[in-house]
């Protein structure tokens, strides 16, 4: 099984700042990577497909970037409505781990 | 565009065994490939429990693989989550998910909006 492991586990920020979020795949993973925000009470919702593409209706402040094992989710300037917990997803192979999540909290 | 919703008893007894149905809507099953199961238990991470293709073929998740039935019914255009032997640590939120062929990529998406199954006697 491939897993993913994500840093930091949390992390405390302001409005408008720039927060970054790694994922590190246990091998090669190419481009197979999505993120996920998950906010209290809910579902979860795709932001990013394979590594970079923006879903649709997602905000462009949000960017993907990475290939292989190492994989990085930017806000370039956080909102309120960002504050949430995000996971990453490798789409390589079953079966579809996820990252134990990152939790983004208001500073 | 599609909906998923997920409808099943919200009490388990341990030993017994969780079902769950997940309707879709607003398309055809049988016009995605893979449909699938998630599971999140009180304030932890995401766990992938297993996967249908319309056809009928499945993958689970190895650490659950015997316990696991997923079946669909194109008929009633929806799949179906069976976990036999439950213990309290099956106590989750689980979501039912479209695993969708973005051409670049795969990705769950839209979800449903999730049930919570307790095991407790």
């Known amino acids: 099984d491939i897993q993913m492991t994500q840093s930091p586990s949390s992390l405390s920020a302001s409005v408008g700042d720039r927060v970054t979020i790694t994922c590190r795949a246990s091998?090669?993973?190419?481009?197979?990577l999505n993120w996920y925000q998950q906010k209290p009470g809910k579902a979860p919702k795709l932001l990013i497909y394979?590594?970079?593409s923006l879903q649709t209706g997602v905000p462009s402040r949000f960017s993907g970037s990475g290939s292989g094992t190492d994989f990085t989710l930017t806000i370039s300037s956080l909102q309120p409505e960002d504050f949430a917990t995000y996971y990453c997803?490798?789409?390589?192979?079953?079966?579809?781990?996820f990252g134990q999540g990152t939790k983004v909290e208001i500073k | 565009q599609v909906q998923l919703q997920e409808s099943g008893p919200g009490l388990v007894k341990p030993s017994g065994t969780l079902s769950l149905t997940c309707a879709v809507s607003?398309?055809?099953?049988?016009?995605?490939?893979?449909w699938s199961w998630v599971r999140q238990p009180p304030g932890k991470g995401l766990e992938w429990i297993g996967e249908?293709?319309?056809?009928?073929?499945?993958n689970q998740n190895p650490s659950l693989k015997s316990r696991v039935n997923i079946s669909v019914d194109k008929s009633k255009n929806q799949f179906s989550l069976k976990l036999s032997s439950v213990t309290a640590a099956d106590t989750a939120v689980y979501y039912c998910?479209?695993?969708?062929?973005?051409?670049?990529?795969?990705?769950?998406?839209?979800w449903g909006q999730g049930a919570l199954v307790t095991v407790s006697s």
């Open positions: 998910a479209r695993y969708h062929d973005f051409l670049t990529g795969w990705g769950f998406d839209p």
């Open positions: 394979a590594a970079s």
């Open positions: 607003g398309g055809s099953i049988s016009s995605s490939k893979w």
């Open positions: 997803q490798q789409s390589y192979s079953s079966p579809r781990m």
């Open positions: 091998q090669s993973i190419s481009s197979y």
């Open positions: 249908i293709y319309h056809s009928g073929s499945t």
